[in-house]
């Protein structure tokens, strides 16, 4: 079988590597409850590539890139006679970048060990901070 497998990856633009991402937030620190959305998201992303039998192969802090996107609302009128002001936020999104190593893992059965393991991680943790808001709340 003389098949071959291309991943095609789109321009990403407005982004920093993850440890200079980490490195310009030095005086700004995202809780750590951030740091660990950050991780699930991450994670869910190899889990999504395992679930198609793609293994990325060279996962590291260079190949994770902070995304920056503005995410702009409507806002609501101060005024009644006056148009609502738009209010811009500004959220910054994980993505893995540089498949050149990746390839495709037939035997899909030997990573889905790991992704398991990613996966009780993350519902542990959800059902943890959960468990946490609630009590905080009362």
Request: one cysteine or more.
């Amino acid at each position: 079988n003389n098949s071959m497998n291309f991943s095609i990856q789109p321009l990403i633009k407005n982004s920093l590597p993850l440890h200079k991402w980490i490195q310009s937030h030095v005086y700004k620190q995202p809780s750590i409850e951030n740091y660990i959305k950050m991780c699930i998201s991450i994670s869910k992303s190899i889990l999504y590539m395992h679930s198609y039998e793609i293994v990325h192969g060279d996962i590291k802090p260079d190949n994770i890139v902070m995304i920056r996107q503005e995410i702009v609302s409507p806002g609501s009128p101060t005024n009644p006679n006056m148009l609502p002001t738009p209010t811009t936020t500004i959220k910054y999104v994980p993505r893995l970048i540089d498949f050149g190593l990746s390839f495709r893992f037939e035997n899909a059965h030997k990573i889905r060990y790991g992704s398991m393991f990613i996966n009780i991680l993350i519902h542990e943790y959800n059902n943890e901070f959960m468990l946490e808001s609630k009590t905080k709340s009362l």
